[in-house]
């Protein structure tokens, strides 16, 4: 997963009652050594921070998934429900968490 953390995601003038660095320290946490954390500069879609993108497994990829991205992810219970949907499969092999449909977004609707 890539969690974006530069001008506006992370970003205490934004979101001044998230504790970002708590936040990355408990993604990280609930992830573990079963998957990969990446930390990203700007991912250009400032409207939906908290941004994090999830990748699919390698034959997920393979098979046709993409990545997901996911934004205002600022919640405690949305990381671990992330981390469940990597456990499960991630995208391509498991279906996206009720709790999270809501937050993924398409980066594209977002370009300038």
């Not at 946490?29 to 700007?42: F, L, T």
């Not at 098979?63 to 981390?83: I, N, P, T």
């Not at 469940?84 to 499969?89: R, V």
Request: proline fraction near 6%.
């Amino acid at each position: 997963m890539t969690v974006c953390r530069d001008c506006c995601c992370g970003s205490a003038r934004k979101h001044p009652g998230v504790d970002h660095d708590g936040q990355l320290a408990a993604i990280r946490g609930a992830v573990g050594e079963r998957h990969r954390v990446r930390v990203s500069e700007c991912l250009g879609v400032c409207e939906r921070s908290n941004v994090v993108v999830v990748h699919p497994a390698p034959a997920a990829r393979r098979a046709g998934a993409r990545l997901v991205h996911l934004g205002d992810v600022l919640e405690d219970h949305l990381v671990d429900a992330v981390a469940q949907w990597l456990d499960a499969g991630g995208p391509g092999l498991a279906e996206v968490p009720p709790v999270l449909t809501a937050r993924v977004f398409d980066p594209a609707d977002y370009a300038d």
